[in-house]
């Protein structure tokens, strides 16, 4: 199924899944959409010419293979790359493969149980969507959780500390409607949420993981395609969602060429496999698929057995 239809039959699935009489719910069992939700944190920190003709090739690339992406971008990122982004805007804007959305400014943390105060938090992300809005002409509505190394442990959910739902509260007032699933619990690799346990069943909580800066850039699991590969085919024979998540630099500074070649294979054994590739903003406007999910399993229930 490609991502239009996914997005246009959503709701009348569900429809008939609810209308199945309870001796039938085990007919629910393997037909769960298997999706595939790729993206790039594009949060590069150098030079740009350092990056130069990575978001040209990125726009030929999924435009050839037709691969929708989000694009989780770093305010200084966009700041410091402002041109580049602002060329890639005019040649993406109104083509839905790709989706922008937010990375903080500076590359900080939430959920941790260390981290900056609430109010540093909220100046640095208010600071990055300003950004966004100077070059994409928009506030984006999703955050990606960037990973730290001096906040202390990642805490099992935003559920899990006063401040830590203080931070959550904060970042929805600033507008946002998506971030990765994080409360305890649930398996945030795997599980699509809402949010209602914190009072805001209006926010989705996406799957994330599988980050490149391990499997590309560190080369912790052996030859990192053939890696990545395998989890597709594991994760697609679980009935599992399958979230991969890029970085610009890796992708562009770390990987065996600076053809995107590994992000084409990826994507094209998720379809085979009979993955739907979408974005990330494509599931937040497929609301069946999260806002009836309650915060310990996911809508479309993922099979173990």
Same mark, same amino acid.
């Given at each position: 199924?490609?991502?239009?239809?996914?997005?246009?039959?959503?709701?009348?699935?569900?429809?008939?899944? +609810?209308?199945? &009489?309870?001796?039938?719910?085990?007919?629910?069992?393997?037909?769960?959409?298997? #999706?595939? #939700? #790729?993206?790039?944190?594009?949060?590069?920190?150098?030079?740009?010419?350092?990056?130069?003709?990575?978001?040209?090739?990125?726009?030929?690339?999924?435009?050839?293979?037709?691969?929708?992406?989000?694009?989780?971008?770093?305010?200084?990122?966009?700041?410091?790359?402002? #041109?580049?982004?602002?060329?890639?805007?005019?040649?993406?804007?109104?083509? &839905?493969?790709?989706?922008?959305?937010?990375?903080?400014?500076?590359? !900080?943390?939430?959920?941790?149980?260390?981290?900056? &105060?609430?109010?540093?938090?909220?100046?640095?992300?208010?600071?990055?969507?300003?950004?966004?809005?100077?070059?994409?002409?928009?506030?984006?509505?999703?955050?990606?959780?960037?990973?730290?190394? @001096?906040?202390?442990?990642?805490?099992?959910?935003?559920?899990?500390?006063?401040?830590?739902?203080?931070?959550?509260?904060?970042?929805?007032?600033?507008?946002?409607?998506?971030?990765?699933?994080?409360?305890?619990?649930?398996?945030? *690799?795997?599980?699509?949420?809402? +949010?209602?346990?914190?009072?805001?069943?209006?926010?989705?909580?996406?799957?994330?993981?599988?980050? @490149?800066?391990?499997?590309?850039?560190?080369?912790? +699991?052996? @030859?990192?395609?053939?890696?990545?590969?395998?989890? !597709?085919?594991?994760?697609?024979?679980?009935?599992?969602?399958?979230?991969?998540?890029?970085?610009?630099?890796?992708?562009?500074?770390?990987?065996?060429?600076?053809?995107? *070649?590994?992000?084409?294979?990826?994507?094209?054994?998720?379809?085979?496999?009979? +993955?739907?590739?979408?974005?990330?903003?494509?599931?937040?406007?497929?609301?069946?698929?999260?806002?009836?999910?309650?915060?310990?399993?996911?809508?479309?229930?993922?099979?173990? @057995?």
């Amino acid at each position: 199924m490609n991502r239009r239809t996914f997005i246009k039959n959503a709701g009348l699935i569900t429809a008939v899944f +609810y209308a199945m &009489p309870a001796r039938m719910a085990v007919c629910r069992k393997g037909v769960q959409e298997k #999706l595939m #939700l #790729l993206r790039y944190d594009t949060e590069w920190w150098g030079e740009p010419a350092e990056m130069a003709g990575f978001l040209e090739k990125l726009v030929k690339v999924h435009r050839q293979d037709e691969i929708p992406v989000t694009m989780f971008c770093r305010g200084f990122t966009l700041e410091n790359m402002k #041109l580049e982004f602002t060329a890639f805007h005019q040649e993406t804007a109104d083509d &839905p493969l790709f989706d922008m959305q937010d990375h903080s400014y500076s590359h !900080v943390g939430l959920g941790y149980e260390r981290g900056k &105060p609430v109010d540093i938090l909220e100046a640095d992300y208010e600071r990055s969507f300003q950004i966004h809005s100077e070059i994409f002409g928009r506030r984006p509505t999703g955050i990606a959780i960037c990973g730290t190394s @001096d906040d202390g442990p990642f805490l099992p959910g935003f559920d899990a500390t006063e401040k830590s739902k203080a931070e959550f509260e904060m970042v929805v007032k600033l507008g946002t409607r998506m971030i990765n699933s994080n409360l305890s619990g649930i398996d945030g *690799s795997r599980e699509f949420i809402n +949010y209602k346990l914190l009072g805001h069943p209006e926010v989705m909580g996406f799957v994330s993981g599988y980050s @490149d800066t391990a499997w590309m850039y560190r080369k912790e +699991y052996g @030859d990192p395609v053939e890696y990545m590969l395998k989890e !597709v085919r594991t994760r697609s024979e679980q009935n599992e969602h399958m979230p991969v998540m890029f970085h610009d630099w890796v992708a562009w500074q770390k990987a065996p060429d600076k053809e995107l *070649s590994h992000v084409r294979e990826i994507a094209e054994t998720g379809r085979k496999l009979g +993955y739907t590739l979408v974005t990330h903003l494509d599931c937040y406007h497929n609301k069946q698929l999260w806002q009836k999910a309650s915060n310990h399993m996911s809508w479309f229930p993922v099979q173990k @057995d």
